[in-house]
């Protein structure tokens, strides 16, 4: 509960400081337990900028640890998704760092749950943000690109497709909407998944 886990705060803090992989990994997947349904703490930790940070950091500090490169960014999304947010506390947030290590999530096809975790982070921060160049910056598209293909799990597509609705009139450069263009006519003439064709359609209406 949220007073646990207040007078244990500075033992998590130290924890994912540390350089033991291992007791890293197991705080990290601690918290996220901790942090999911819970709006307290999740906003508390959010609003811990230098602890964000520190997590942030961590799947390059340990690149050789698949644990860590699981764990540190989907509790960087939880704290997203469960914490209340405001434009200026999401930009804060982002500050961090926090959008490149959360799109890395998007792309773990073999884990769409994962994905979605990740996607409806990104979701989270442009529903917030009243500039979405940070966002943009990170590689957004090309990662929505990589989660339009017929393989990709149709609630990860959908996400990726409402993710460029949010931000297509935003993108620019012939090659970025050439490419936009080339996905949505694809996706227009799938009749095995009508939400995306739906979805697509709108986007496209939007474009003219």
């Not at 773990?108 to 910056?137: C, R």
């Not at 990709?152 to 050439?178: F, H, Q, W, Y």
């Amino acid at each position: 509960n949220r007073i646990t886990f207040i007078q244990h705060k500075q033992w998590y803090q130290r924890r994912v400081r540390a350089d033991m992989p291992m007791l890293i990994f197991k705080a990290v997947a601690c918290v996220r337990a901790l942090v999911r349904g819970s709006k307290a703490i999740a906003t508390d930790l959010a609003s811990d900028k230098q602890l964000v940070k520190v997590v942030v950091e961590l799947p390059d500090r340990f690149k050789y640890h698949s644990g860590i490169q699981g764990e540190a960014p989907r509790l960087l999304s939880t704290l997203i998704v469960e914490a209340t947010q405001t434009s200026e506390t999401i930009s804060e947030l982002v500050s961090t760092g926090v959008v490149p290590v959360v799109l890395k999530m998007t792309q773990t096809k073999e884990y769409p749950k994962i994905q979605v975790e990740g996607w409806l982070a990104i979701q989270k921060i442009l529903n917030l943000l009243k500039d979405h160049e940070a966002v943009l910056s990170a590689g957004v598209f090309s990662s929505c690109e990589e989660c339009l293909s017929d393989e990709t799990n149709p609630n990860v597509r959908i996400l990726a497709l409402n993710i460029i609705r949010m931000v297509s009139g935003s993108l620019k450069g012939k090659e970025t909407m050439d490419a936009l263009k080339k996905h949505l006519a694809r996706l227009l003439t799938n009749e095995e998944d009508i939400p995306a064709q739906q979805l697509a359609k709108e986007i496209k209406e939007s474009l003219n």
